[in-house]
């Protein structure tokens, strides 16, 4: 429920023109977030990394302690949000008797209720929005569709981050993979004009010698070619043993 005293969720692409990194357009959401939820003192965005969660960002001061003991325990409403993919709402921590000694922990530290959205859900970056509120019934009045719209927004962010991340990882494997095709290549017309040989024969050559001086195929080449150009091929390195 809104009034017209709090705001709506902000545009995604204003959102995105007024941040310049993933992590600032986060905090950006996780403030958003706050404001929709006017008795909520604390909000922490989690992202699983490497199998492990982390409080990427957080605004207010209640979300870090909180999501931190979840993460000791590997339970609570944060983590269930994230695995399970749907919404976990905490009406009255001192009544919830779910995830362990969580909610007393809570409620030990101010919180009597939360709720945690999903982000990314069913992926390899997959994450919850989490709100944390002193009252009961904290969110009872919050503005759940702008929330969602958050959540859905930093989904989104997260998505194009991994497809442009991926693709310049895609673009220097190919590139490094062309350079180290040039060079193989370069080295095979070097055999093949010295042992007047096919270049099938000159390739094994370079892969019996690679074997045998137990160093990369391209490494050897970048030093031949180096060699009689006088010059190292572009990404050549010093000529190493095998890993």
Not at 20 to 26: H, K, Q, S, V
Not at 198 to 214: C, K
Not at 223 to 243: C, D, E, I, K, M
Request: proline share 6%; net charge negative; glycine share 8%.
């Amino acid at each position: 429920m809104t009034d017209a005293l709090t705001p709506g969720p902000p545009d995604l692409v204003s959102l995105l023109l007024d941040t310049d990194t993933l992590d600032d357009f986060l905090q950006a959401v996780a403030e958003s977030a706050l404001a929709q939820a006017p008795t909520a003192d604390g909000c922490g965005i989690t992202l699983e990394r490497e199998g492990r969660p982390l409080t990427v960002v957080s605004s207010g001061g209640s979300a870090p302690p909180l999501d931190e003991a979840q993460y000791a325990q590997d339970d609570g409403p944060c983590l269930e949000a994230l695995r399970e993919g749907h919404e976990v709402s905490v009406g009255d921590m001192r009544v919830e008797d779910r995830w362990n000694g969580y909610p007393a922990f809570a409620v030990d530290h101010g919180t009597r209720s939360s709720l945690s959205l999903p982000i990314a859900a069913h992926s390899h970056t997959a994450g919850a929005l989490n709100l944390y509120s002193p009252k009961e019934d904290g969110f009872a009045e919050a503005d759940l569709g702008g929330l969602r719209v958050l959540a859905a927004q930093a989904t989104g962010a997260i998505a194009l981050a991994q497809r442009l991340s991926d693709a310049r990882t895609f673009t220097s494997d190919l590139e490094a993979a062309l350079q180290s095709r040039t060079v193989i290549d370069q080295a095979i017309g070097i055999i093949m004009s010295r042992r007047r040989c096919s270049a099938e024969e000159a390739l094994r050559m370079l892969r019996t010698t690679s074997q045998h001086r137990n160093v990369k195929l391209r490494a050897l080449c970048a030093q031949l070619v180096g060699g009689v150009s006088g010059n190292p091929p572009p990404g050549s390195a010093r000529l190493r043993p095998r890993a």
